[in-house]
């Protein structure tokens, strides 16, 4: 229609009323006052009666552009007052977007709660276990595409909702490597409503800014997972070393994103060699092969995982006999709290704790008497309160460890079930080493340390052996 005005093919515009013209007065009248005169444009405003052709100049100068300021002073409060009620709702927890997260649906009985799609997360446990799988991103989008698996948008459709994603998308739409991606990140699967991670530059304009992630809005526990989280954060660790696949498959070489050099903890590198007609992998130091100073550190592939599927079973076995002890130390009627103070490493950290807090207590009395100045009086307080701080923190997090092996045994932290899975196979497969395994590092002869998951439970564990095997004779003498 403007361009239309410009040309001269229109000579009067009619509008209901001034608010439906326009909200950002500055705009608007710059139209009524001098676009539509110097273009010999008629306007009316219908409910505010207001004609341009009969209008005085009161009219023109003072009563139009207090409206129009007014309706735009409208405009701002109520976009205030929504941005505000969205936030609470945010914090809340509650679910605010216009469409569920793929793997989800609105609640019929409460829109801002979501309820599992039992289709749709299907195809999400599927993604999730392709990846631990060892499956490239663009492999798993080829596979889902392969099976004529809907792509959100098209489920989304499929069911009768008028969605339209912000993201580009072609006439057919498909599973891409960055749809893939997107559901792998996504907390929400594992039960976590994580929110205003964009927002609108104003409420006159559309466009929306991403928020750094420290501004976003996360809530736990708001609504059924889907996922587990042991097998989320296997996934973003995966994500993390962006494992390749070999070039005559699709899913990653084996240890892609576990075996680092020992001494340049840099990734290693699957090589394989033929030797009368049979392939042998191995691995050795990136850095040694693109000529750096380093070491091969070269072990064969095979070796690797007979080595680390023993370590595995032995591990096994030990979170099996810890889930036994668990279970007597329940029967003896022993308290986590018991065990707390038998810790040596929470009395440490509280022993820290405490002179820290003391130093920060002194403070005081050291200004006074001229000791320090209060420069630095507000530097050592700060550096003190946020070494309290972090102590309170390590206290807080070793206790609740204790104490969730005593409300659910081993079992609490650790998936035992995937764990006895390794005493039934002969082979290494790679989703029991993403279960499992954080890192293996290889040095040189062939020397190994592998880093299993749950470092902070084991050695948790090994506090509460010790004091199961100093008191169990005494327990059970109270028990008799």
């Known amino acids: 229609m403007t361009t239309d005005i410009e040309a001269g093919k229109v000579n ?16 608007a009248g710059r139209w009524i006052e001098k676009t539509y005169p110097a273009l010999n444009v008629r306007f009316i405003s219908v409910t505010d009666q207001f004609d341009s052709k009969t209008a005085d100049f009161s009219e023109k100068s003072f009563v139009v552009p207090i409206k129009n300021f007014v309706n735009e002073s409208y405009c701002r409060d109520i976009s205030g007052k929504v941005r ?6 945010r914090e809340k927890g509650e679910f605010i977007g216009a469409f569920a997260p793929y793997g989800y649906c609105k609640d019929p009985e409460n829109k801002n709660c979501l309820v599992i799609d039992s289709y749709a997360a299907d195809i999400v446990r599927k993604i999730f276990s392709w990846k631990i799988d060892g499956f490239s991103l663009g492999a798993i989008a080829e596979k889902l595409n392969v099976r004529h698996v809907q792509s959100p948008k098209e489920y989304k459709k499929a069911n009768g909702e008028n969605y339209n994603s912000g993201f580009h998308s ?8 960055v749809q893939i991606k997107r559901i792998l990140t996504n907390e929400v699967y594992i039960g976590n409503m994580v929110q205003g991670k964009q927002e609108r530059i104003s409420y006159k304009v559309k466009q929306r800014l991403d928020k750094p992630e420290s501004e976003w809005v996360k809530v736990e526990n708001t609504h059924p997972a889907i996922i587990r989280q042991n097998d989320f954060d296997v996934v973003q660790k995966l994500l993390q070393y962006d494992g390749r696949a070999s070039k005559t498959s699709d899913s990653a070489n084996f240890f892609s994103g576990f075996v680092f050099c020992g001494d340049c903890h840099t990734p290693m590198i699957r090589r394989v060699n033929q030797y009368k007609g049979k392939k042998k992998a191995f691995y050795i130091c990136q850095t040694k092969n693109k000529g750096g100073d380093c070491t091969r550190h070269s072990i064969p592939e ?4 007979r080595i680390v599927l023993k370590e595995i079973q032995a591990y096994t076995a030990l979170f099996v006999d810890y889930q036994m002890i668990m279970e007597e130390l329940c029967e003896m009627k022993v308290s986590y709290d018991q065990v707390i103070g038998y810790d040596t490493q929470i009395s440490k950290l509280q022993e820290e704790y405490n002179r820290y807090y003391s130093l920060k207590a002194s403070l005081g009395d050291d200004l006074k008497e001229g000791l320090i100045s209060k420069e630095e009086f507000d530097d050592f307080r700060e550096s003190y309160g946020r070494k309290c701080e972090e102590l309170e923190q390590m206290i807080e997090n070793q206790k609740k460890l204790v104490k969730q092996m005593f409300e659910g045994g081993v079992s609490a932290t650790v998936q035992l079930e995937d764990w006895k899975k390794s005493l039934e196979i002969k082979e290494l497969d790679r989703t029991l080493l993403a279960l499992t395994v954080d890192k293996i590092y290889i040095y040189e002869n062939k020397q190994i340390k592998i880093h299993i998951r749950y470092q902070d439970m084991i050695e948790k564990m090994k506090v509460i052996r010790r004091f199961y095997a100093e008191h169990r004779t005494e327990c059970r ?4």
């Open 84 to 89: 505000s009620h969205q936030k609470i709702k």
């Open 12 to 27: 009067c515009v009619i509008v209901k009323d001034l608010s439906r013209f326009g909200r950002e007065y500055i705009e």
């Open 170 to 177: 072609s006439d057919t739409p498909k599973w891409s490597a």
């Open 302 to 305: 095979e070796v690797l995982k």
């Open 477 to 480: 003498k109270e028990v008799g």
